[in-house]
Each structure stands twice: as C-alpha cells, then as structure tokens.
Nanobody, 115 residues
Framework: QVQLVESGGGLVQAGGSLRLSCAAS????????MGWYRQAPGKQRDLVAT???????NYADSVKGRFTISRDNAKNTVYLQMNSLKPEDTAVYYC?????????WGQGTQVTVSS
C-alpha cells in the first residue's frame, strides 16, 4: 500500500503563492501517477492536476497558467506550486496516488485565500 502525507497549506492573500508537498511511502514502486484534488465547503471533490511517471501533466482549466505540478522521484514527492491565488481556490487539497492496487489519498491540507 501507498501512504501519502501532505504539507504546505495555509492562509495567503489573493495574488499570493503557496507550494504544497506530498511525500509518498510504502509501495512506491507501484505508483503510476500522482496528483492533487481539492474540495471546497459544500462542493464535490475536483481534480486540480496530475502527473504521470513519465512526466506528463494535466490541469483543470481553472488553474491552467497559475498552478504547476512537479515531482521529485528521488524524494518520492510531488509538488503543487500555486501562484496568483484567488479566493475561489480556497479548499482542502488532497494528494492522490494511483497504484497497482488502487488509489491512495492523503489526509488533506487546508488552503485559504483571503480577498
């Protein structure tokens, strides 16, 4: 099984930046892709960005040009650099890892963007 631990959330003013980190442990050899989802209060959990083992990336339209996902395979860590943050980016951000035995989720980290 894969375990994920997120860090880097917090409170930031609109227009500011944050970087989220997600460290993977356990059966990391089985991971095929990693990514980030977010869930705002009263809303469904939505995809933010994904990155495959080969480095292919995919972004939600709402974050294209502002967010960048990357990974450090040596550290088994995926990052989400968030720039030009908006109040509507406020949510709990969850790291995910797709592995041979299914999808693993992190515990989530709160991102709050004040106007």
């Amino acid at each position: 099984q894969v375990q994920l631990v997120e860090s880097g959330g917090g409170l930031v003013q609109a227009g500011g930046s944050l970087r989220l980190s997600c460290a993977a442990s356990g059966s990391i050899f089985s991971i095929t892709a990693m990514g980030w989802y977010r869930q705002a209060p009263g809303k469904q959990r939505d995809l933010v960005a994904t990155i495959t083992n080969s480095g292919g990336t995919n972004y939600a339209d709402s974050v294209k040009g502002r967010f960048t996902i990357s990974r450090d395979n040596a550290k088994n860590t995926v990052y989400l650099q968030m720039n030009s943050l908006k109040p509507e980016d406020t949510a709990v951000y969850y790291c995910v890892a797709d592995a041979f035995d299914g999808r693993a989720w992190g515990q989530g980290t709160q991102v709050t963007v004040s106007s």
